[in-house]
């Protein structure tokens, strides 16, 4: 029995000796871990969009990847104006306040997205009682109202602003949105201006998708331009990386990149994304109202992908980011489109209920090799 008692005893140390151990190696496992905004902290940010239930705290999972690997952080929709300002004068700030607290809390480099958008704008903005189109100046006051409110509310707290989007066409010609029909040109000068008088602390962007076209290479380049030679203070230039497996080139993208560098501004890599899904409307950017109807041989990946696919994806995101830390000194920050693959619009963009995987993280907030691969090359 004294026999049987010792040997007890003996195991139960042995089994408190390895769970200490193994206690102790989990430890200096997690102490020696480098995460992306580790890995990325001399070069640019390395950001993420955070949706409402994230902002909220009901998705604590997803709020652990941004904490661990990312240290700047953008709102997906809550500060778009016809979520911000849903009505005339009357302001909801429940999502925007706990999305700013949140970045202060965990020390982010917080952007706001965006102040002048022609879609997801509220009705109201261009029109008056009876439906009719405002006039020239009520867009404005409206204009200079809202960014003043939101940006004032803000100051000294966001870092950055994406002032205007999506205002210029592949072409390289203006947008014939609202804003453009009723007030001209201008609206763009105008949402700077009142931008910088509400927080003069804050960088200012234009924010826009396809910029690697060089027709709209060439569009925002002479916006640019327009806006610093009158003065207006521009400090940015958003550059939406809604990429693919074959489209834009490398070599188009990095044309763009440094023609945006060249004029004396930063540039950010604002909205990066990696579909892996096929495209019959020949890569149309990112315009959200372009739709589609569901055909199933254009939901190839419904369960998983396949290691080809899987390959060709590591390449391709491996290849951009190469790119960016080749132009470090440029860039600002570098942000994915969504913390997980299943919080992404690319889903239902612009076909809904299919499967795609374009961010770094799966569905169940596992990094994928390539977040290996991008700490490895960031510090080889």
Not at 17 to 27: A, R, S
Request: hydrophobic residues 40%; neutral net charge.
């Amino acid at each position: 029995m004294i026999n049987r008692n010792k040997s007890l005893i003996m195991a139960f140390g042995l089994l408190l000796l390895l769970i200490i151990v193994g206690f102790d190696v989990m430890k200096e496992k997690e102490k020696s871990t480098v995460y992306l905004k580790d890995a990325l902290q001399d070069k640019f940010y390395i950001g993420t969009a955070l949706n409402t239930d994230q902002i909220m705290g009901r998705d604590t999972a997803a709020m652990q990847v941004v904490k661990h690997h990312f240290n700047a952080i953008v709102a997906e929709n809550c500060m778009k104006s016809a979520n911000i300002q849903p009505r005339e004068g009357v302001f909801n700030f429940n999502f925007s306040d706990r999305f700013v607290a949140f970045g202060e809390a965990q020390n982010m480099f917080i952007n706001g997205h965006t102040l002048i958008w022609h879609s997801q704008a509220p009705k109201w903005f261009f029109t008056d009682q009876n439906g009719n189109d405002v006039s020239r100046d009520v867009l404005i006051q409206r204009m200079k109202d809202h960014i003043t409110t939101v940006v004032g509310r803000y100051k000294g707290r966001v870092h950055t602003w994406d002032v205007v989007n999506e205002a210029i066409l592949d072409d390289g010609s203006f947008r014939r949105s609202k804003f453009y029909e009723i007030i001209g040109e201008e609206f763009i000068s105008l949402a700077f201006q009142f931008a910088h008088e509400a927080d003069p602390q804050a960088r200012l962007y234009y924010n826009d998708y396809s910029m690697s076209n060089p027709g709209k290479r060439a569009g925002v380049v002479a916006l640019v331009k327009k806006l610093m030679a009158a003065g207006i203070p521009i400090d940015g230039v958003g550059m939406q990386a809604h990429i693919g497996l074959d489209h834009p080139s490398l070599l188009d993208f990095e044309q763009s990149l440094q023609a945006f560098a060249d004029l004396g501004v930063k540039v950010s890599i604002t909205e990066l994304d990696l579909t892996v899904l096929p495209s019959t409307w020949k890569n149309r950017g990112a315009e959200v109202s372009d739709q589609y109807e569901y055909q199933k041989q254009m939901n190839p990946y419904a369960e998983q992908l396949p290691d080809s696919i899987s390959k060709s994806f590591h390449e391709r995101y491996e290849a951009f980011f190469k790119l960016f830390l080749k132009h470090q000194q440029h860039i600002e920050r570098v942000t994915l489109w969504g913390v997980n693959d299943g919080h992404s619009w690319r889903n239902n963009w612009p076909v809904r209920g299919r499967t795609d995987y374009p961010l770094l993280f799966d569905r169940q907030n596992h990094a994928k090799p390539i977040v290996l691969s991008i700490i490895q090359i960031a510090n080889p």
